[in-house]
C-alpha cells in the first residue's frame, strides 16, 4: 500500500454513460497525475496538478475527459459518454516537490470496462 | 516525448539467475525512473539515477546510465519467482511499454 487510494477499483459501464473516478494522494504531496494504461502497454500521461491547479491537461485524449482537484486534496477523473475503447485502467500518483526525488507513489488503479 | 521503451519485451528465466532489461529514450534527461508492476496493481518505484551518475545500486538492482546513447539497463541478481512483474522505466512524465519478467521456481 504506498498511500494513494483509488475509488472505485473496478467500474463496469454501458456505452454512452458517464463515469468518474477518485484518487486520493498522499495528504502532503503537491502534485497529483492521472494515467491511462491498457492492456501491455505502459502509463499513459494523461494530466497533473500542482495543489488545485491543473497544469497540463494537452494530454487529455478528449474533450469528454475532464479532472478536477477543487481543494488540492482529492482529484476526480470524469469520462463523458464512454466509447468501449476507453476500457483500460486508470491510474493515479502523487508526489511531493520537496527535495529533488522525483518517486511517483502510485495508487492500485481503477479498471474501468465499458459494453 | 521523453518516452523510454523498454527491450526485450518479454524476458523468461530460471529462479537465482539475472536478468537484464534494457530502457532507450529520445530526449536529453535529468533523470531516469524504473518501477515495477505486478499484474494488475499499480506501479511500485524501484530506483532513480540522476543524469549526472552512471550507475546506481540498491539491493539486488543495479542500474546503469550512458547519457550519450541515451540508454539505461535494469540488472536483477539472484532473481527470485516474487520479481515476476512487469518492469517500465520512465523519463520525465513518459513511460515505456515495458519489459515482461517471468522468472520459473
Known amino acids: 500500500d504506498t498511500g494513494v487510494s483509488q475509488d472505485p477499483r473496478h467500474k463496469i459501464t454501458k456505452r454512452g454513460q458517464n463515469v468518474t473516478f477518485r484518487c486520493d494522494p498522499i495528504?502532503?504531496?503537491?502534485?497529483l497525475y492521472w494515467y491511462r494504461q491498457t492492456l501491455g502497454q505502459g502509463p499513459e500521461f494523461l494530466t497533473y496538478?500542482?495543489?488545485?491547479?491543473?497544469?497540463?491537461k494537452s494530454r487529455l485524449l478528449s474533450d469528454r475527459f475532464s479532472a478536477e482537484r477543487p481543494k488540492g486534496s482529492f482529484s476526480t477523473l470524469e469520462i463523458q459518454r464512454t466509447e468501449q475503447g476507453d476500457s483500460a485502467m486508470y491510474l493515479c500518483?502523487?508526489?511531493?516537490?520537496?527535495?529533488?526525488?522525483?518517486?511517483?507513489?502510485f495508487g492500485p488503479g481503477t479498471r474501468l470496462t465499458v459494453l | 516525448s521523453q518516452q523510454g521503451e523498454e527491450d526485450p519485451q518479454a524476458l523468461s528465466i530460471q529462479e537465482g539467475e539475472n536478468a537484464t532489461m534494457n530502457c532507450s529514450y529520445k530526449?536529453?534527461?535529468?533523470?531516469l525512473q524504473w518501477y515495477r508492476q505486478n499484474s494488475g496493481r499499480g506501479l511500485v518505484h524501484l530506483i532513480l539515477?540522476?543524469?549526472?551518475?552512471r550507475e546506481k545500486h540498491s539491493g539486488r538492482l543495479r542500474v546503469t546510465l550512458d547519457t550519450s546513447k541515451k540508454s539505461s539497463s535494469l540488472l536483477i541478481t539472484a532473481s527470485r519467482a516474487a520479481d515476476t512483474a512487469s518492469y517500465f522505466c520512465?523519463?520525465?512524465?513518459?513511460f515505456g511499454s515495458g519489459t515482461k519478467l517471468n522468472v520459473k521456481p
Open positions: 500518483a502523487s508526489r511531493s516537490l520537496r527535495g529533488h526525488y522525483n518517486e511517483q507513489f
Open positions: 495528504s502532503e504531496h503537491n502534485r
Open positions: 496538478f500542482q495543489n488545485e491547479a491543473q497544469l497540463e
Open positions: 530526449t536529453s534527461i535529468n533523470n
Open positions: 539515477i540522476r543524469s549526472n551518475e
Open positions: 520512465a523519463t520525465g512524465l513518459g
